[in-house]
């Protein structure tokens, strides 16, 4: 098998589908810390989480133990609109950068929402619709997790609703309009629907907006109305676990030809890209049956892993959702506003966090600069318009193939490719133009927003 000669693209049979998703989490030795609740600081509870989320959800949050878990069919049957993805070997980025490293990445852009976070989206809306609920509430920076779920709402027949970051809903109409056809309502967040919206209008008159309030203000307006819940599209578990189809999509792609990657490669804002594309692999670390380097890529405007600390913070401004430990530049941290409007988040999936603790996984934080050099060339000579978010994991895969170029090694590196930059022309222009920055925060501005996190 291994000689045969690898196409641009392997591509899975619908039958090849994954039926189980893989919680990595049972393989952990060091399992992540318990999500506290904010009122009590004591573990949170399945009652308590299921006041916010679906009940099923819920208990996939608090579920450490069970390795794999089903997917029902009508979330695979949803899947098999956009899925499998294939997994692609960038023989042309290889020739362009002249090195004896093979690449491979697996793309997630070929459905409209444009990036992987469909792969949660329809599952989280299936267990909320299975729940008897009328809706769910949500929050949306960049607007790509709010389209996601547009349309998985739209599917199942669920109605939802949008908190978007104002400055994002004022400077990317288009996806707003992509998720009004969709059928979601969508409010600019600061809003005067909640409390929380309210009284940051009120304190800071004319804000733009930021994630953490959008987000109070989702898990507010759940709580306030009957039969909705609140959904979250990065950071939680629970979102890894459904993006894990990912990782094992790639996986049975290179056992197709018996090959195996040495470095797996993602871009981590909330870490659930990441933690999909590299969960299968790393059960494989960690049960002793294989070896893999694994790098989470960040902004060094926004550096959790590289330059945060790990403890237990708040998820959100106004401190309603439950505290989680993770890798964090505390959630009063105004991170500069980057072009990566995915990764602009001050936290780190609690999943990720550990493993990263563990020393199972390394971060780098790269410049938004550079990382738009590395997506003008993937796109030149790939095809592939990406995402400003996924770029960071192309700008340190070409990194790594270069690396090969001077010692000769043949290494084999995969990465994520997590969507398609078309909604993102402002920050392409803004880069042909030669006008882009690159902000990086000082350890003053760092240590600030980490001097006034909780103490626990
Ligand atoms: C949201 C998003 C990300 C970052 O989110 P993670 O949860 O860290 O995966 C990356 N790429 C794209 C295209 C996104 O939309």
């Not at 237990?312 to 980057?338: E, H, I, N, R, W």
């Not at 934080?365 to 060339?377: H, R, W």
Request: hydrophobic share 35%.
């Amino acid at each position: 098998m291994a000689n045969k000669e690898i196409p641009y693209k392997i591509y899975l049979e619908e039958s090849e589908l994954p039926r189980q998703w893989y919680n990595v989490r049972a393989d952990m030795k060091n399992k992540p810390a318990p999500l506290l609740n904010p009122k009590t600081l004591k573990p949170c509870t399945l009652e308590e989480l299921s006041e916010v989320f679906c009940t099923e959800l819920a208990r996939q949050e608090l579920d450490d133990t069970t390795p794999y878990i089903d997917i029902p069919d009508e979330i695979i049957d949803f899947y098999k609109m956009y899925r499998p993805a294939p997994l692609t070997r960038a023989y042309c980025l290889e020739k362009a950068l002249d090195t004896p490293a093979k690449i491979y990445y697996k793309f997630e852009g070929n459905n409209t929402s444009g990036s992987h976070k469909l792969n949660s989206a329809i599952a989280q809306a299936y267990y909320a619709k299975k729940q008897g609920l009328k809706g769910v509430t949500t929050e949306t920076g960049a607007g790509q997790w709010g389209t996601a779920l547009s349309m998985a709402c739209a599917y199942l027949g669920l109605d939802c609703k949008v908190f978007m970051v104002k400055c994002s809903y004022e400077q990317k109409p288009f996806r707003r309009e992509v998720m009004r056809t969709y059928g979601a309502n969508v409010t600019p967040s600061p809003s005067m629907l909640t409390e929380v919206g309210r009284k940051i209008n009120e304190q800071f008159p004319g804000t733009n907006g930021s994630l953490g309030c959008a987000i109070s203000e989702a898990v507010e307006a759940a709580s306030n109305m009957e039969g909705y819940r609140y959904v979250l599209g990065s950071v939680l578990s629970q979102v890894l676990l459904h993006q894990t189809v990912i990782g094992l999509e790639a996986q049975a792609a290179f056992k197709k030809y018996g090959e195996k990657p040495d470095i797996i490669i993602g871009c981590a804002g909330g870490g659930s890209n990441l933690g999909g594309l590299i969960s299968p692999f790393m059960g494989e670390k960690l049960r002793g049956e294989a070896d893999y380097e694994f790098i989470a890529v960040e902004p060094s405007s926004c550096p959790s892993l590289t330059r945060g600390i790990y403890a237990y913070d708040y998820c959100d401004t106004g401190a309603v959702c439950p505290l989680q430990k993770m890798y964090t530049l505390g959630s009063t941290f105004m991170p500069a506003s980057s072009h990566a409007g995915g990764l602009r988040y001050h936290g780190m999936s609690s999943v990720l966090s550990q493993l990263y603790d563990d020393g199972l996984m390394t971060a780098r934080s790269v410049k938004q600069t550079e990382v738009f050099e590395a997506a003008q060339q993937f796109a030149r000579v790939e095809g592939i318009l990406p995402a400003p978010e996924s770029s960071h994991a192309i700008k340190v895969a070409m990194d790594e193939a270069l690396k090969c170029k001077e010692t000769g090694e043949e290494k084999t590196i995969l990465f994520g490719l997590t969507g398609t930059g078309y909604f993102d022309m402002y920050a392409y222009q803004k880069f042909n133009d030669g006008v882009m920055d690159d902000y990086i925060p000082t350890d003053e501005e760092i240590k600030e927003a980490i001097d006034r996190m909780p103490k626990i």
